[in-house]
Every structure is written in C-alpha cells, then in structure tokens.
C-alpha cells in the first residue's frame, strides 16, 4: 500500500516569509496601491496567506486592503466523489467586490482545478472589474489554462509527488515539503 513520506524541504519559515513579502510588494506595484484590491484566500491554506499578504501590504502602504475567505466546497469538479455530505464552510467577503480587483490566495496552484472553482464562486458574488491569482507554490501540471500572477516558487514536481504547505496557525509547522508516494515494503 502506497504512503507518502517526506522527500525534500523547498522552503523553510523564513523562505515562506521572503516570498510573501516579494508577492505583498508585486501586487502593489502591479496595482498602484491598494484602493481598489480585495485580498481573498481559499479555503484551508489561501485564508491564512491572503492574511499575511494582507499585512504585508498594510506595512508597505500603511493602509490594509479588505481580506476576504472563500469556500469552493459546491463548485468543485469532484464534488461527488468527495463524500454525499460535504462540509460546506461560510465565504465570507468584508465589501461588495464589484468594480474591485480581486486578488485571489491558495497555498498551491496544481492542476488549476481549485482556481476554476474560485472564479465561478467569485463571479456568482459579484462583476470584479479583475481577478488576479497569487500562489504561494506554482508545482505545474496544468490540466487548464490558468496561470498565477504572483508566484512565490515555482517547483518542477512528478505526479508521484504532494507538494505540502505546512502553516504554523494550522499545522504547528512552518515549511513546505516535497512529499512522494511510496510502497509501505521500501521503508
């Protein structure tokens, strides 16, 4: 049976750190400032990094833009091969985003599934006057044409492989880890 063990750490606290400030900065620049931007992470990992970027920003322009959440749970493709009982969490959006730049949050951006799912959920909410994607890890595999804005790594990966975004707010570790599938025999 299959497992997946630990391969290599691709970045550690601090490079987390370094990547958000530099993405926190890109979409100022990007922008012209913050007036009109919407921070909004996805659900689980996307929420606390859209927070940090959120902060980063405030530090740079010493003004916050709004943070947004949001649940994808309903728009997903998968949806029926998840569970027949989903658990669906609150999106929450602190302002209307019409005529807003939308700045999307996710911890890592794969086959751009999750991506898709976010632009029916945001377009469902609202007429954003854009909607630009910042990713933590962009890993390839693009089974859509979808491509972030603001990327803090890229990393060539195998499909054998899990790339891991551990957040200390969520899993008492702060590091992102190359994972890969193994047989249980090869231990």
Do not use: C, W
């Not at 089974?143 to 707010?169: M, W, Y």
């Amino acid at each position: 049976m299959p497992v997946l063990t630990d391969k290599t750490v691709i970045m550690d606290s601090e490079g987390i750190r370094r990547a958000l400030t530099r993405i926190s900065h890109e979409i100022v620049e990007r922008n012209k400032g913050v007036d009109n931007i919407v921070i909004v992470g996805i659900r689980t990992r996307g929420v606390p990094i859209a927070e940090r970027i959120a902060a980063n920003i405030e530090h740079i322009e010493g003004k916050k833009p709004p943070v947004g959440v949001l649940d994808i749970t309903l728009y997903r493709d998968d949806l029926s091969s998840l569970s027949y009982q989903p658990i669906v969490h609150q999106t929450e959006l602190p302002v209307d985003i019409t005529d807003k730049t939308i700045v999307l949050v996710d911890d890592v951006l794969y086959t751009g599934r999750t991506i898709r799912a976010a632009l029916d959920a945001i377009i469902d909410m609202g007429r954003p006057k854009a909607i630009q994607l910042a990713v933590l890890v962009d890993r390839g595999h693009r089974e859509l044409p979808i491509r972030a804005d603001f990327v803090g790594k890229n990393v060539p990966t195998s499909s054998h492989e899990v790339v891991s975004v551990q957040l200390s707010t969520i899993d008492q570790a702060e590091k992102v880890v190359i994972r890969e599938f193994r047989d249980e025999k090869e231990k």
